[in-house]
């Protein structure tokens, strides 16, 4: 199997997250507007109950993806589109 079957990268994490059961971990964008710059969180989740389990921010991509990769790596490969990105009943749209 290939190495990067259940990895998150640098090219797909905006669109993968990995799964087991009702968790799911992945790496998302911070944007800091007084800071302008970018950093990036390192997540898992609880998805029936929306609930935060396990995050922590990172500086660079990296090392946010090399700690998702070692925490749950073994886990499933999802993607999906870009476009179906973020909550589509939100309020904010």
Same mark, same amino acid.
């Given at each position: 199997?290939? *190495?990067?079957?259940?990895?998150?990268?640098?090219?797909?994490?905006?669109?993968?997250?990995?799964?087991?059961?009702?968790? *799911?971990?992945?790496?998302?964008?911070?944007?800091?507007?007084?800071?302008?710059?970018?950093?990036?969180?390192?997540?898992?989740?609880?998805?029936?109950?929306?609930?935060?389990?396990?995050?922590?921010?990172?500086?660079?991509?990296?090392?946010?993806?090399?700690?998702?990769?070692?925490?749950?790596?073994?886990?499933?490969?999802?993607?999906?589109?870009?476009?179906?990105?973020?909550?589509?009943?939100?309020?904010?749209?």
């Amino acid at each position: 199997m290939d *190495q990067l079957a259940h990895k998150i990268t640098g090219e797909n994490y905006t669109h993968s997250i990995l799964v087991f059961r009702d968790r *799911q971990a992945g790496v998302s964008e911070i944007y800091d507007p007084m800071l302008e710059k970018y950093t990036y969180n390192a997540y898992c989740l609880e998805k029936k109950l929306l609930k935060d389990l396990w995050s922590k921010e990172f500086d660079y991509l990296e090392d946010a993806l090399t700690r998702v990769n070692d925490e749950f790596g073994s886990w499933e490969k999802e993607e999906f589109e870009e476009e179906e990105k973020g909550c589509g009943s939100c309020v904010a749209k």
